[in-house]
């Protein structure tokens, strides 16, 4: 059984940052891959990032969406069974609801929602121009 919980979301201007945290409770499951991905009202799902890892890696191999990659960026704490979203230079297109997932995706479904298992309720992120 997976557990995700998210936190972090809130309302800020355009230009400004926000970090996002998924804690991961993980019992009688492997993992190998913790992303986030968004949703915007009215649209569908769309992959944000993700961190994959191999045997006891405490990091991992990130991944990200064109439209976010240089402004977002993706870390893990192995100990904490956590990982972060840290969004910089937030543009209002970047307002959604943010989903932390896990799963054991293969590298062509890295991006895709069938590659994960587990989800967390999400955190409302909302960006003012």
């Known amino acids: 059984q997976v557990q995700l919980v998210e936190s972090g979301g809130g309302l800020v201007q355009a230009g400004d940052s926000l970090r996002l945290s998924c804690a991961a409770s993980?019992?009688?499951?492997?993992?190998?891959?913790l992303a986030w991905f968004r949703q915007a009202s009215g649209k569908e799902r769309e992959f944000v990032g993700s961190i994959r890892w191999s045997g006891g890696q405490s990091g991992g191999s990130t991944y990200y969406a064109d439209s976010v990659k240089g402004r977002f960026s993706i870390s893990r704490d192995k100990a904490k069974s956590a990982i972060y979203l840290q969004m910089n230079t937030l543009k209002p297109e970047d307002t959604a609801v943010y989903y932390c997932?896990?799963?054991?995706?293969?590298?062509?479904?890295?991006?895709?929602?069938?590659?994960?298992?587990?989800w967390g309720q999400g955190t409302q992120v909302t960006v003012s121009s």
């Open positions: 997932a896990a799963g054991r995706p293969i590298l062509s479904s890295i991006a895709s929602t069938r590659g994960y298992t587990s």
């Open positions: 993980i019992s009688g499951y492997s993992i190998n891959a």
